[in-house]
C-alpha cells in the first residue's frame, strides 16, 4: 500500500472513531464531519481562512488568546493542543496543517527563539511550503510575543506583527491582513502548494 493510500485510511479510521464517540471530527483543509441522528453523519466544507499557529509550550497560554481571537474573528485557527486527535500520527498531522493552511503564523518570544526541537522544524517546514506559494501572496507571518529578537533569516525575508505591548491592537493588525490577504485572493481561490518533503521527514 502505497503512503497516501494508507494516509487516507488512517483519516478514515480516526474520523470513524471519533464520530462513534458522538464527537465532531475536523480534517484541516477539507471539512468537518458532525455526528448526525438521521443520515450518520453530516459534512461542512472548509471556508474559513485557516491559521496554523507555531509556538513552544512555555508559550502555550498566550498562543491559546491569539488562538481564541482568530477563533473569534471568524477565522480557522490550527493549535497542537486543540486539533490533534488521539491515535493520530502528530508529525504528518502537524505537516499536513501546515500544507493546507492558508497563513502560517510563527509566535517568536524570549522563549522560542533559541530552543531547539520542534518549534524550529516547523518553521523550517514552512519555509519549504512558501516556496510554492505565488511571489505576492502572503504565507508566513511572524508575531513577537514579546521584545525578543527575531532569527536574522525571518528579519532578511518577512514583516513581524508585534502582540505587545498592545495585545489588541497586534491582534487588529494580524486580523486585518489575513481579512486584505483573502479578499485579494478571491478571484483566484486558495493556492495548491506541493508537498516538499515525504511524509515523516519533518520531524
Same mark, same amino acid.
Given at each position: 500500500?502505497?503512503?497516501?493510500?494508507?494516509?487516507?485510511?488512517?483519516?478514515?479510521?480516526?474520523? /470513524?472513531? &471519533?464520530?462513534?464517540?458522538?464527537?465532531? @471530527?475536523?480534517?484541516?483543509?477539507? !471539512?468537518?464531519?458532525? %455526528?448526525? =441522528?438521521?443520515?450518520?453523519?453530516?459534512?461542512?466544507?472548509?471556508?474559513?481562512?485557516?491559521?496554523?499557529?507555531?509556538?513552544?509550550?512555555?508559550?502555550?497560554?498566550?498562543?491559546?488568546?491569539?488562538?481564541?481571537?482568530?477563533? /473569534?474573528? &471568524?477565522?480557522?485557527?490550527?493549535?497542537? @493542543?486543540?486539533?490533534?486527535?488521539? !491515535?493520530?500520527?502528530? %508529525?504528518? =498531522?502537524?505537516?499536513?496543517?501546515?500544507?493546507?493552511?492558508?497563513?502560517?503564523?510563527?509566535?517568536?518570544?524570549?522563549?522560542?527563539?533559541?530552543?531547539?526541537?520542534?518549534?524550529?522544524?516547523?518553521?523550517?517546514?514552512?519555509?519549504?511550503?512558501?516556496?510554492?506559494?505565488?511571489?505576492?501572496?502572503?504565507?508566513?507571518?511572524?508575531?513577537?510575543?514579546?521584545?525578543?529578537?527575531?532569527?536574522?533569516?525571518?528579519?532578511a525575508e518577512f514583516q513581524w506583527i508585534d502582540l505587545f505591548p498592545g495585545w489588541n491592537r497586534g491582534v487588529a493588525v494580524l486580523k486585518s491582513m489575513v481579512r486584505r490577504e483573502m479578499s485579494r485572493r478571491k478571484p483566484f481561490g486558495r493556492t495548491k502548494r506541493l508537498t516538499p518533503r515525504p511524509p515523516g521527514a519533518m520531524l
Amino acid at each position: 500500500m502505497d503512503d497516501c493510500c494508507e494516509a487516507t485510511r488512517d483519516v478514515a479510521q480516526v474520523v /470513524a472513531r &471519533g464520530l462513534a464517540a458522538g464527537k465532531i @471530527v475536523e480534517i484541516d483543509g477539507l !471539512g468537518t464531519f458532525y %455526528p448526525d =441522528a438521521c443520515l450518520g453523519l453530516r459534512f461542512e466544507p472548509q471556508s474559513m481562512p485557516q491559521v496554523f499557529l507555531a509556538y513552544v509550550k512555555e508559550d502555550e497560554t498566550r498562543c491559546a488568546r491569539l488562538y481564541s481571537d482568530l477563533e /473569534a474573528a &471568524g477565522f480557522s485557527p490550527w493549535m497542537d @493542543v486543540r486539533k490533534l486527535l488521539p !491515535g493520530q500520527n502528530w %508529525p504528518r =498531522a502537524i505537516q499536513s496543517a501546515i500544507e493546507t493552511s492558508d497563513f502560517f503564523v510563527a509566535c517568536f518570544s524570549s522563549n522560542s527563539v533559541s530552543k531547539r526541537g520542534g518549534f524550529q522544524a516547523e518553521i523550517r517546514y514552512a519555509l519549504d511550503c512558501a516556496r510554492g506559494v505565488p511571489l505576492d501572496q502572503i504565507f508566513i507571518v511572524p508575531v513577537r510575543l514579546d521584545a525578543c529578537d527575531v532569527p536574522r533569516a525571518v528579519q532578511a525575508e518577512f514583516q513581524w506583527i508585534d502582540l505587545f505591548p498592545g495585545w489588541n491592537r497586534g491582534v487588529a493588525v494580524l486580523k486585518s491582513m489575513v481579512r486584505r490577504e483573502m479578499s485579494r485572493r478571491k478571484p483566484f481561490g486558495r493556492t495548491k502548494r506541493l508537498t516538499p518533503r515525504p511524509p515523516g521527514a519533518m520531524l
